[in-house]
T-cell receptor, first 111, second 112 residues
């Protein structure tokens, strides 16, 4: 699986959009970009995934650059409950392969 | 959608004692199952994964072992715990669809 690079930590004001970047310059054509988050003392939670096109669901939006070498997870209106560690993972298929979690970005939403 | 049950939620065990953590899955069949460990303030480390009954792959050499006696049951064990076995243990399930893993709620193990 391709390696990813994320900032160690970020702050965001409550109610504002949180934009979490991820670099994956060695991504191959059949690898997806996945985002998970882990709230303190809980198991990681799937957020969103994408291959080429931008994606949106009820939790977040995922913007993938045209060359697919980087992506941004957007939480449109961050709340205090969005404070968590966010992991960007690149993998071909998470169902049959073991996911490798990096260090992630610790997002602190400030009141 | 699948649900993962893990127990116990917390566990305090003395050094040298045995360990058995159980994970069961509902809502799917023939899943891939995984055990991860997270030491305090650290990332998730993959310990074991299983693609079927009796099939276990170990990612790192350690004091732990895993077994899968039934399709939806995954057990993490140790004969003699070490202090370094302390951590947050998570079971995860993957079903082959590109929707990611489902994780259990975890077991926080403290070896004293």
């Amino acid at each position: 699986d391709a390696k990813t690079t994320q900032p160690t930590s970020m702050d965001c004001a409550e109610g504002r959009a949180a934009n979490l970047p991820c670099n994956h310059s060695t991504i191959s054509g059949n690898e997806y970009v996945y985002w998970y988050r882990q709230i303190h003392s809980q198991g990681p939670q799937y957020i969103i995934h994408g291959l080429k096109n931008n994606e949106t669901n009820e939790m977040a939006s995922l913007i993938i650059t045209e060359d697919r070498k980087s992506s941004t997870l957007i939480l449109p209106h961050a709340t205090l409950r969005d404070t968590a560690v966010y992991y960007c993972i690149v993998s071909m298929d998470t169902g049959r392969r073991a996911l490798t979690f990096g260090s992630g970005t610790r997002l602190q939403v400030q009141p | 959608s699948q649900t993962i049950h893990q127990w116990p939620a917390t566990l305090v065990q003395p050094v040298g004692s045995p360990l058995s953590l159980e994970c069961t899955v509902e809502g799917t069949s023939n899943p891939n199952l995984y055990w991860y460990r997270q030491a305090a303030g650290r990332g998730l480390q993959l310990l074991f994964y299983s693609v079927g009954i009796g099939q276990i792959s170990s990612e790192v050499p350690q004091n732990l072992s895993a077994s899968r006696p039934q399709d939806r049951q995954f057990i993490l064990s140790s004969k003699k715990l070490l202090l370094s076995d302390s951590g947050f243990y998570l079971c995860a399930c993957g079903t082959g669809f590109v929707y990611g893993y489902t994780f259990g709620s975890g077991t926080r193990l403290t070896v004293v």
